[in-house]
C-alpha cells in the first residue's frame, strides 16, 4: 500500500477510510449505505468523494462485474501515526508525540497495530 504523505484525508474521506480498513473492500452502494446517516450525502455525492479519494491515491477502483469496487491505498497505521505526529505538533504544540497507551481503548486499531504504531511514532519523534 502506498503512504501518501502528501494528502491527508478530509473528515468524510476519512470516514470512508475507516469502513474499507475494516471491510478491506467494498462498493458504492454499500460505502453509501454507511456513510448515509453521518453525512446526508446522495449516492452521487459518495461517488464523487469516491473519485477525488482516487485521484488523491487514497484508494483503488477496480471493476468487478459492472460495479467499482473500492479498497484502502494508504495504510492505516502509516495514516494514523501521521495524523497524530501532525497534530501533536501543530494543535497541541508538544515536542513529543502521545503514548499509544492514549489510544489503547481504540476500536479501529488492534493490538498489533498499537505496537506497530508506537514503533512508528517513535521513529518519527526521534527524526
Not at 76 to 99: G, H
Not at 105 to 122: G, N, P, R
Request: aromatic fraction near 6%; glycine fraction near 4%.
Amino acid at each position: 500500500m502506498a503512504e501518501n504523505k502528501g494528502t491527508d484525508p478530509t473528515k468524510p474521506e476519512l470516514a470512508i477510510l475507516k469502513l474499507l480498513w475494516r471491510s478491506k473492500e467494498m462498493n458504492a452502494r454499500e460505502i453509501h449505505r454507511d456513510i448515509e446517516d453521518d453525512f446526508g450525502w446522495s449516492y452521487s455525492t459518495v461517488r464523487t468523494v469516491l473519485e477525488r479519494m482516487t485521484d488523491k491515491g487514497l484508494i483503488s477502483k477496480t471493476p468487478v462485474d459492472g460495479v467499482n469496487i473500492y479498497e484502502p491505498q494508504v495504510g492505516k497505521v502509516a495514516m494514523l501515526s501521521r495524523m497524530i505526529a501532525d497534530f501533536s505538533k501543530r494543535v497541541l504544540e508538544l515536542d513529543t508525540t502521545p503514548a499509544t497507551a492514549f489510544f489503547a481503548d481504540s476500536k479501529l486499531l488492534s493490538d498489533d497495530e498499537l505496537e506497530e504504531l508506537e514503533t512508528v511514532l517513535k521513529d518519527a519523534e526521534e527524526k
